[in-house]
């Protein structure tokens, strides 16, 4: 496999993640799975780990999977497996640590995109049970928020 392949597919899986990211959270996370999606909705979180976890454990499972499988990158699902991994890592810093604040040393931000997909997944959060909730993505942020996280950042230097 070359390079250019392996590299290929780790970025097309990595943005089909966050398009797979947002149906899951959209229509089974809020629909047939709640029951551990809700964990995540009740704030603040009673404990270190919510049963929302499972789902980093189930997406760690499959890369673990494809990676064991794929022949040290000789197989193409090899590279899946890369581009799914680097999303769950992108998706623990981002979401858990910087919007959730469950890691001790990545709290905030100056950067506008940053600061505009913590604005867009607070709004997620407003609501606390299944129904009526926006902004099921993660990085594919609406430009409102970026307008909105621009507009900050300017009031803040002045
Ligand atoms: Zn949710
Ligand atoms: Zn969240």
Request: charged share 15%.
């Amino acid at each position: 496999m070359s390079l250019l392949v392996s590299v290929l597919i780790t970025l097309a899986t990595f943005s089909f993640m966050e398009f797979w990211a947002w149906f899951m959270h959209k229509y089974v996370q809020h629909g047939p799975l709640w029951v551990l999606h809700r964990s995540h909705h009740v704030r603040p979180s009673p404990r270190p780990f919510e049963r929302n976890d499972w789902f980093f454990a189930i997406y760690g499972a499959l890369s673990a999977g494809l990676f064991i499988t794929g022949a040290n990158g000789q197989r193409w699902w090899f590279w899946v497996g890369v581009g799914i991994a680097l999303y769950g890592t992108v998706y623990f810093f981002v979401h858990d640590g910087l919007i959730h604040g469950r890691l001790p040393f990545w709290k905030k931000t100056d950067n506008v995109y940053l600061r505009a997909l913590n604005m867009a997944h607070k709004m997620h959060h407003k609501t606390q049970g299944r129904d009526h909730s926006e902004e099921f993505g993660l990085l594919w942020v609406s430009p409102k928020y970026l307008r909105l996280a621009r507009q900050q950042a300017g009031k803040k230097a002045r």
